[in-house]
């Protein structure tokens, strides 16, 4: 996932650098190491390292050793962030559109509206002088109608309570809630699946995209009717895997941050969907190597249909293991 530090969060708000080193240590230390372990992707801005972080010293300053002797360990830790990738050297903001802070106009805070592009997840620098960014979500106001919601950590208890909560997919089955489907997160070492849970415990588990079952053992009265769920939103199964498992996709080849190629389980048409940011812009179909109905940007389209002849062979693979007759 994609990170971008808020640079605006640093606002010369400590009183001087052995405050900043104590807030680095206790604080956004313990934060970035963990978020830096887990494949995550760091974004700064380019220019980050001139922002004040008292009345007189900059982050540069501080990162060097022109002020604060003794802060070697800290240093050396935090010139990592040198490494990272600056956002703004490939930004995903549209300047043809409108952003805006919602909460909060009197900001301009483009790290957050680069964030809203991406995986709308942002690390802010916090301290009680300049609050303005505790917030554990932040919404972005987009051509004045759309918003989205970007989730922001000012530290390391503030990222766990967000990656519990994505560690796992529930979907409730019933009305009564005694059944549900859930994705989890660690299951590097089996094939893509989903459990049920009956009354809050692991009553078996159906692979994807198949559906080949495994250890059924909620109550056999009710078989029939988790069957015909399932098969109905399988499409919304498979996402929920997609989503915890990004780098596991079951129905789709990732070209790109803006491009991918989705099969469609639904269809047996052999054809592939082309989406562009997340929305269906065209379609391929194999047996007249051609794009129909397009409305991503024109001027992709040849990098698109390169892609497509180099990657011909995997795309007919996924069709059609997606498509074995049961």
């Known amino acids: 996932m994609d990170l971008i530090i808020n640079d605006s969060s640093l606002n010369q708000q400590y009183r001087n650098v052995h405050e900043f080193k104590q807030y680095l240590e206790n604080i956004f230390i313990p934060l970035y190491t963990t978020v830096t372990q887990e494949k995550n992707v760091l974004f700064s801005k380019s220019d980050l390292y001139s922002s004040k972080i008292t009345s007189q010293d900059t982050f540069l300053?501080?990162?060097?050793g022109k002020v604060g002797k003794g802060l070697t360990s800290q240093?050396?830790?935090?010139?990592?962030?040198?490494?990272?990738h600056y956002w703004d050297l490939d930004s995903k903001i549209n300047n043809t559109v409108f952003y805006q802070w919602k909460e909060n106009t009197d900001f301009d805070v483009k790290a957050l509206y680069e964030a809203s592009e991406r995986d709308k997840l942002l690390i802010s620098f916090?301290?009680?002088s300049f609050d303005v960014f505790k917030q554990s979500s932040m919404t972005?106001?987009?051509?004045?109608?759309?918003?989205?919601?970007?989730?922001?950590?000012?530290d390391l208890p503030s990222y766990e309570v967000f990656s519990k909560k994505e560690s796992e997919k529930k979907i409730i089955i019933d009305h009564t809630k005694q059944y549900h489907a859930v994705v989890y997160k660690n299951e590097d070492n089996h094939p893509p699946h989903f459990h049920i849970l009956y009354q809050g415990k692991k009553s078996g588990a159906y692979q994807l995209p198949g559906l080949e079952e495994r250890n059924i053992s909620f109550p056999a009265r009710d078989k029939k009717k988790i069957d015909e769920w399932i098969k109905v939103n399988l499409k919304q199964l498979i996402n929920c895997w997609n989503t915890v498992h990004p780098d596991r996709l079951i129905d789709r080849i990732v070209i790109n941050r803006e491009y991918c190629l989705v099969v469609s389980l639904l269809d047996n048409q052999k054809r592939i969907e082309i989406e562009y940011c997340?929305?269906?812009s065209a379609t391929y179909l194999f047996d007249m190597k051609k794009i129909s109905n397009i409305s991503f940007p024109t001027k992709d389209r040849e990098k698109i249909e390169k892609f497509i002849e180099e990657n011909e062979g995997k795309l007919i693979d996924l069709w059609n293991k997606l498509h074995i007759k049961k």
Do not use: M
């Not at 300053?61 to 060097?64: A, E, I, Q, S, V």
């Open 75 to 84: 240093q050396k830790l935090l010139s990592l962030i040198h490494s990272s």
């Open 126 to 128: 916090y301290s009680d």
């Open 140 to 154: 972005v106001l987009k051509s004045h109608q759309e918003e989205i919601v970007v989730h922001n950590f000012i």
């Open 278 to 280: 997340g929305c269906p």
């Open 61 to 64: 300053d501080f990162l060097t």
